[in-house]
Nanobody
Framework: QVQLVESGGGLVQAGGSLRLSCAAS????????MAWYRQGPGKQRDLVAS???????NYVDSVKGRFTISRDNAKNTVYLQMNSLRPEDTAVYYC?????????????????WGQGTQVTVSS
């Protein structure tokens, strides 16, 4: 069983900063890609940024230059530093991780989601 727990959301004024954290725990053999998604009111859940186990990163165009994704493999944790926040960044942010777990018959890779953390940017 694997759990992802997010923290760091909140209310901030436009131009401000927030740092999200997501810690994975449970019977983890290894964690492959980790990512942050967001879902605004009445919208679908979209990818914001991702990072591979080797540190290769990818961002949606709207956050390039403002957001930075990073990870601490020793702590099974991924971060999202969000600077120059805009009202359109308001959303519930979800952590996602591709986790390898061990079982009696071998290993298995599954996608796991966190519970989400609200980020609200006021104008």
């Amino acid at each position: 069983q694997v759990q992802l727990v997010e923290s760091g959301g909140g209310l901030v004024q436009a131009g401000g900063s927030l740092r999200l954290s997501c810690a994975a725990s449970g019977t983890i053999f290894s964690i492959n890609a980790m990512a942050w998604y967001r879902q605004g009111p009445g919208k679908q859940r979209d990818l914001v940024a991702s990072i591979t186990s080797g540190g290769f990163t990818n961002y949606v165009d709207s956050v390039k230059g403002r957001f930075t994704i990073s990870r601490d493999n020793a702590k099974n944790t991924v971060y999202l530093q969000m600077n120059s926040l805009r009202p359109e960044d308001t959303a519930v942010y979800y952590c996602n991780a591709a986790v390898t777990t061990t079982h009696a018959l071998g290993t298995m890779i599954n996608n796991y989601w966190g519970q989400g953390t609200q980020v609200t940017v006021s104008s």
